[in-house]
């Protein structure tokens, strides 16, 4: 079983301030995490490797700073982390990332060929949920999004069943192999850092890949083969302050009134 995971090193958004003069976000000082929903994808393919054997490599496009990402998915026990990184990749949407991606994955399927793909459901700071599902589809394999369980892999029928969140219930779902999974923090607990991989992470150089690791069109890289352009971005305006309904102790009842007619008022019940 080979299993490739898509990581990406977000912000930590829970940190992040905004300047209210400027109206812009402070990133000064705010540290850089693995996305959250990419450590689940990385705990899923460990799991798979102690059930089957196998590798685990893991990918992320990024600047030179994305490998502290890399080695921390080193320090859960992943046997590879590449980091693809190249001035040609900058301004990137989605659809020119999982080019780059998809490209990637291409490239180490030759050496060895891929089983699964697993990425996060989505980035906490571009928040699209693209991603995954454009890679996919440029290698032309199943795509099973918003996954909460894995039911079987059989790896000799070269088959799948997983189980899919939904916002009713679940979705079970058979797909051939090889697939690419997005996945949901239902999904797994990660697993503590063992010692010896946090050791081996301290001293693990991720390797650089580059343009020139794998084939591709130049047409398609970076800002040239993005189709949107964020043309502004601003924070919404501050909520403004809730009304307080003072209510009287001696008579509940009025006090619920009250709130009934601000709800119907506000169109909230009707
Ligand atoms: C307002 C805004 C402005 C932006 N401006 C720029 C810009 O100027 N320059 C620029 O380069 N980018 C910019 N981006 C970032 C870029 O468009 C996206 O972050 C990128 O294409 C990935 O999309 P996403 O973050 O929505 O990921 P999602 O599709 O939400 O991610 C889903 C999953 O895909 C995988 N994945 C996503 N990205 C990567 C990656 N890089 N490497 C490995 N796996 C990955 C992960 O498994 C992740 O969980 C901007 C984004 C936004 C929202």
């Given at each position: 079983?080979?299993?490739?995971?898509?990581?990406?090193?977000?912000?930590?958004?829970?940190?992040?301030?905004?300047?209210?003069?400027?109206?812009?976000?402070?990133?000064?000082?705010?540290?850089?995490?693995?996305?959250?929903?990419?450590?689940?994808?990385?705990?899923?393919?460990?799991r798979?490797?102690?059930?089957?054997?196998?590798?685990?490599?893991?990918?992320?496009?990024?600047?030179?700073?994305?490998?502290?990402?890399?080695?921390?998915?080193?320090?859960?026990?992943?046997?590879?982390?590449?980091?693809?990184?190249?001035?040609?990749?900058?301004?990137?949407?989605?659809?020119?990332?999982s080019?780059v991606?998809?490209q990637?994955?291409?490239?180490?399927?030759?050496?060895?060929?891929?089983?699964?793909?697993?990425?996060?459901?989505?980035?906490?700071?571009?928040?699209?949920?693209?991603?995954?599902?454009?890679?996919?589809?440029?290698?032309?394999?199943?795509q099973?999004?918003?996954?909460?369980?894995?039911?079987?892999?059989?790896?000799?029928?070269?088959?799948?069943?997983?189980?899919?969140?939904?916002?009713?219930?679940?979705?079970?779902?058979?797909?051939?192999?090889?697939?690419?999974?997005?996945?949901?923090?239902?999904?797994n607990?990660?697993?503590?850092?063992?010692?010896?991989?946090?050791?081996?992470?301290?001293?693990?150089?991720?390797?650089?890949?580059?343009?020139?690791?794998?084939?591709?069109?130049?047409?398609?890289?970076?800002?040239?083969?993005?189709?949107?352009?964020?043309s502004k971005?601003?924070?919404?305006?501050?909520?403004?302050?809730?009304?307080?309904?003072?209510?009287?102790?001696?008579?509940?009842?009025?006090?619920?009134?009250?709130?009934?007619?601000?709800?119907?008022?506000?169109?909230?019940?009707?």
């Open positions: 079983m080979h299993a490739v995971v898509c990581i990406k090193q977000v912000p930590d958004t829970t940190d992040v301030k905004i300047d209210r003069k400027t109206n812009t976000l402070i990133r000064e000082g705010v540290p850089s995490i693995v996305n959250p929903f990419d450590i689940h994808a990385i705990e899923e393919a460990l798979l490797k102690d059930r089957f054997g196998g590798r685990v490599t893991v990918i992320s496009m990024g600047p030179s700073q994305a490998r502290e990402s890399l080695k921390k998915a080193i320090s859960y026990g992943v046997d590879e982390a590449i980091l693809i990184s190249d001035r040609a990749f900058a301004g990137a949407d989605t659809l020119a990332t080019y991606l998809a990637t994955i291409r490239a180490i399927g030759d050496k060895e060929p891929v089983d699964l793909v697993l990425c996060g459901k989505q980035a906490i700071d571009g928040d699209t949920a693209q991603v995954g599902p454009g890679i996919a589809t440029r290698l032309g394999i199943s099973l999004t918003y996954v909460v369980k894995i039911r079987s892999i059989d790896l000799e029928k070269k088959e799948i069943v997983v189980e899919r969140q939904l916002e009713g219930g679940r979705e079970a779902l058979r797909a051939e192999l090889p697939a690419l999974l997005t996945v949901v923090k239902e999904l607990t990660p697993r503590y850092q063992s010692l010896p991989s946090m050791i081996r992470a301290a001293r693990y150089d991720p390797p650089v890949w580059d343009k020139d690791s794998f084939d591709r069109d130049p047409s398609l890289l970076g800002l040239k083969g993005s189709p949107t352009k964020v971005v601003y924070v919404p305006p501050p909520r403004e302050k809730g009304g307080i309904i003072a209510g009287d102790p001696e008579d509940p009842e009025k006090t619920v009134a009250e709130l009934v007619d601000k709800l119907l008022e506000c169109k909230i019940i009707g």
